[in-house]
């Protein structure tokens, strides 16, 4: 099985955030790999163990993605697809998809696999869109796959508790949902592999995407606040005790 | 402008958040001068589309085809492209569930259009529309519009609307119109099988008037017993966000956000939890909401009427003791 993860490297949990025009300003923070898309790299990774093949990690961004695509390496990917791209944020979920797919129509791989959305942008359309721009049946948020006789079987999750399994032919673009699996970590012997595997890098000019934006970020902001937050001080025990007073007293919920 | 709110339903039951969006739907008619229809799809939905006419929209669209009966991306894709060629609405507006997640960036990229995806409100500015949604887990929001020409698509996120607010038909009901679509076996890929719950839930945190939640901050299983402790001084469930749950450390059922349980209790007390929106969305209608984080900045912080910056390592045990001192 060939099988494409499509990997995006956003910036750290705790990354300090600070806005600069309608993007973030990117020199004083760190990066990692997103970590939805984190699931969906250790499930290719399942996949290849249990039926073999191949995993191709795919990351759009400027120069720093390639620490992500070698962290995919590392864990156990075969080779690394980087789409070189310094105004990478400037595109909308279509001009995004359309590279990507772009990067990957060549590789014909049977499982086109995404994250369920980014912790940066968040759009949560990328595997649909590809599955739209590649003309591949999709399913997304799956918490299960089942390979067997060219065909899937997926465990959908629906909201409210709910599930439902769901039969889809190869080839086929799957959004992963975050804790479908347990991640691995990289080992030191993967790091040492991972320096020799290839990674190829393109730009959207040489795969000749071009695409229009049907949308435009305006400005980006810290959101003003709804409600008015009383924020206790003190030591740990003075503001537990505060706290305590407040919602007896004052909220009267305890 | 005219509107068209897709709605939802599953299982002969409506997903509420269809009304919510109905109801942004009539917000933003209103402001433009526009008007609002509304869309049905499915098979033998006489039901759905007749308790959409009561409300005040212009007409309502009724999609009833066999192939429509369970929800398949490629059924809804295709069935909705034509309705919309048909219909020709300037804004297509669904609310943002897990299904539309599934289909709608899809729909709308057949059409050659773009989707504004999971908004938390809209705005008028100059008689442009915008859209606000959030960026970075809602540590920052984005004023999004849209480029060239309609349809457009935009998805609003549970929560940001209240369905309580959309106006009922003036003068008696809207007509049901039934909307013929083209649709074969062959053109629909994948195969909906059974749905099912897992195992079935030993606590029912809906219920629950007081909820202590942790999240990541927790940081490893051997601390929930901490967080435990000021659940049990305060007579509350212990509930989780969704990392906590992925890594087994509390029981799913016990997950609170968009795809675990939504939660409306008297006080949300949360440990550790940054707020990104896929918790918020689960417990921002409890009545008290208290937050506990290290980091001031956290988006939690947002909508907590009372808030503690610091280490909850060293506030849960001071609060344990507190809580049990008030008794």
């Not at chain 1, 620490?67 to 075969?78: C, M, N, R, S, V």
């Not at chain 2, 859209?131 to 309609?150: E, H, I, P, W, Y």
Request: hydrophobic content about 45%; proline content about 5%.
């Amino acid at each position: 099985m060939k099988i494409i993860v499509c990997i995006k490297q956003v910036p750290a949990k705790d990354a300090p955030l600070a806005i600069a025009g309608n993007w973030i300003k990117e020199s004083d923070i760190g990066f990692e790999m997103n970590e939805p898309d984190s699931f969906a790299l250790e499930e290719a990774l399942r996949l290849k163990e249990k039926h073999g093949g191949e995993v191709i990690a795919l990351s759009m961004g400027p120069e720093r993605v390639k620490q992500t695509i070698k962290e995919a390496l590392a864990k156990g990917a075969d080779r690394g697809i980087h789409i070189s791209d310094d105004r990478f944020f400037e595109l909308d979920p279509l001009g995004a998809s359309k590279a990507l797919s772009a990067a990957v129509k060549g590789e014909n791989a049977d499982l086109i696999l995404t994250g369920l959305q980014s912790d940066d942008q968040g759009f949560g359309q990328t595997g649909v869109l590809m599955a739209a721009e590649l003309d591949r049946p999709h399913a997304t948020i799956i918490m299960a796959i089942e390979a067997a006789d060219g065909k899937l079987k997926l465990k959908r999750e629906l909201e409210a508790g709910w599930f439902q399994w769901v039969e889809c032919p190869l080839p086929a673009v799957l959004s992963i949902q975050s804790g479908i699996n347990k991640v691995r970590y990289a080992t030191l012997k993967g790091i040492m592999a991972a320096k020799k595997k290839e990674i190829a890098i393109v730009t959207r000019e040489s795969l000749g995407v071009t695409s229009e934006p049907t949308q435009r970020v305006e400005k980006i902001y810290v959101p003003t606040k709804t409600k008015k937050t009383e924020f206790l001080t003190g030591t740990p025990k003075e503001m537990a005790a505060k706290l305590v007073e407040k919602l007896r007293f004052d909220a009267r919920v305890i | 402008m005219k509107i068209l709110v897709i709605s939802e339903h599953r299982q002969g039951k409506w997903n509420n958040s269809s009304f919510e969006t109905l109801a942004a739907a009539q917000q933003i008619a209103a402001a433009a001068n526009g008007s609002v229809s509304a869309a049905v799809l499915g098979k033998g939905i006489g039901t759905f589309a007749d308790e959409l006419a009561n409300k005040a929209v212009a007409e309502v669209l009724a999609v009833d085809h066999d192939l429509l009966a369970d929800y398949t991306p490629d059924g809804y894709c295709i069935a909705l492209n034509q309705l919309i060629e048909s219909a020709k609405p300037d804004l297509v507006l669904f609310p943002h569930t897990y299904q539309v997640r599934d289909f709608a960036p899809k729909l709308a990229a057949s059409l050659g259009k773009g989707m504004i995806g999971d908004c938390v409100g809209y705005r008028s500015e100059g008689g442009k529309l915008i859209f606000v949604r959030q960026m970075f887990q809602g540590k920052t929001v984005a004023d999004v519009s849209f480029l060239g020409s309609g349809p457009w698509f935009a998805s609003f996120q549970a929560g940001a609307f209240r369905a309580n607010l959309v106006q009922a038909h003036v003068s008696g009901k809207a007509p049901v119109n039934p909307v013929a679509v083209q649709l074969s076996a062959a053109q629909i890929r994948t195969k909906p099988l059974e749905l099912f719950k897992e195992a079935k839930s030993a606590v029912d945190l809906t219920q629950a008037p007081l909820i202590v939640a942790i999240g990541r901050g927790i940081k490893a299983p051997e601390n929930i017993p901490q967080a435990e402790a000021v659940a049990k001084a305060m007579g509350a469930e212990i509930a989780a966000s969704r990392p906590i749950c992925d890594e087994g450390w509390l029981p799913m059922e016990r997950q609170i956000g968009s795809s675990g349980q939504t939660v409306a209790p008297k006080l949300y007390l949360a440990l550790g939890i940054s707020g990104a929106i896929q918790h918020v969305v689960g417990m921002k209608g409890a009545r008290t909401i208290v937050a506990i984080n290290k980091d001031q900045n956290a988006p939690i912080f947002e909508i907590a009427d009372y808030g503690i910056v610091g280490d909850i390592f060293e506030i849960m045990p001071a609060l344990t003791e507190e809580l049990q001192k008030a008794k």
